[in-house]
C-alpha cells in the first residue's frame, strides 16, 4: 500500500496568514493526487484534484503543487472558516490511500 | 444536486455482519462513468477507503479488510450495499459512501455518513 505522510499535523496561525501543509507518498502517485476539507460533523469536501485544479467553487486562496511523491497545499490569507482537518488522498493505485489529515486552527 | 444518503443499523453484534445501503439521487449508477466507494472514520481519526464498485469494471476492495467485504449494486433501485462480515469493535466507525468521479477516485460527492457501533 503507498502510505500517505502529512506534515504538520497540526497547524495554528492567523487570519491573514499564509501556511503549507506537506503530503507525501512512500511512491510515485505521478499527479494522482487530491486535497479534501473535513469540518467537525461533516463529511470531506474534495478542495483540489490531479495534484492542483481546483474543484468549482473552491477559493483562489487555496493552491497546490508536486508531483510524484511531495506534494503541497497552500492557503492564503487564512480566514476563520479555514479551521479544519486537511487530507490528502493518491488515487494512483489501489488500496486509495489518505494521509492521517492535518489540523488548522485558526 | 447528486446525493447519497446511507441507511442501516447502527449497533451491530460481534462477529455478525454489517450491512449499509447507499441510496443515490440525482445521478444514475447505470450511467455506469462514475465509481461508487465505501470509506470508514473511526471517532477521531482519519479515512479508510474499504473498497469501490465500477458498472464497468467491477469490484476491488482494499484487502486490509481481507474477505469480510463485500460492495454490491442495485441499479434499479439507484442503490450501491455494502456487507462486512465477522465485526469487531475495531470496526465501529462512520461509514460514507462516496462518489468517484468519471472513471477517477476523486470523491466529488459524499454521504452525511452513517455511524456504526460494534457491541454486544
Known amino acids: 500500500d503507498i502510505q500517505m505522510t502529512q506534515s504538520p499535523s497540526t497547524l495554528s496561525a492567523s487570519v491573514g496568514d499564509r501556511v503549507t501543509i506537506t503530503c507525501r507518498a512512500s511512491?510515485?502517485?505521478?499527479?494522482?493526487l487530491a486535497w479534501y476539507q473535513q469540518k467537525p460533523g461533516k463529511a470531506p469536501n474534495v478542495m483540489i484534484s490531479?495534484?492542483?485544479n481546483l474543484e468549482s467553487g473552491v477559493s483562489s486562496r487555496f493552491s497546490a503543487s508536486g508531483y510524484g511523491t511531495e506534494f503541497t497545499l497552500t492557503i492564503s490569507s487564512l480566514q476563520p472558516d479555514d479551521s479544519a482537518i486537511y487530507y490528502c488522498?493518491?488515487?494512483?493505485?489501489?488500496?486509495?490511500?489518505f494521509g492521517q489529515g492535518t489540523r488548522l486552527e485558526i | 444536486q447528486v446525493q447519497l444518503q446511507e441507511s442501516g443499523p447502527g449497533l451491530v453484534k460481534p462477529s455478525q455482519t454489517l450491512s449499509l445501503t447507499c441510496t443515490v439521487s440525482g445521478d444514475s449508477i447505470r450511467r455506469g462513468s462514475h465509481y461508487w466507494s465505501w470509506i470508514r472514520q473511526p471517532a477521531g481519526k482519519g479515512l479508510e477507503w474499504i473498497g469501490r464498485?465500477?458498472?464497468?469494471?467491477?469490484?476491488t476492495y482494499n484487502l486490509s479488510l481481507k474477505s469480510r467485504v463485500t460492495i454490491s449494486l442495485d441499479t434499479s433501485e439507484n442503490q450501491f450495499s455494502l456487507n462486512l462480515v465477522s465485526v469487531t469493535a475495531a470496526d465501529t466507525a462512520l461509514y460514507y459512501c462516496a462518489r468517484g468521479r468519471d472513471g477517477f477516485s476523486v470523491f466529488d460527492f459524499w454521504g452525511q455518513g452513517a455511524l456504526v457501533t460494534v457491541s454486544s
Open positions: 488522498q493518491q488515487y494512483h493505485l489501489y488500496p486509495i490511500t
Open positions: 490531479r495534484v492542483s
Open positions: 464498485l465500477s458498472l464497468t469494471e467491477g469490484t
Open positions: 511512491q510515485t502517485v505521478t499527479h494522482s
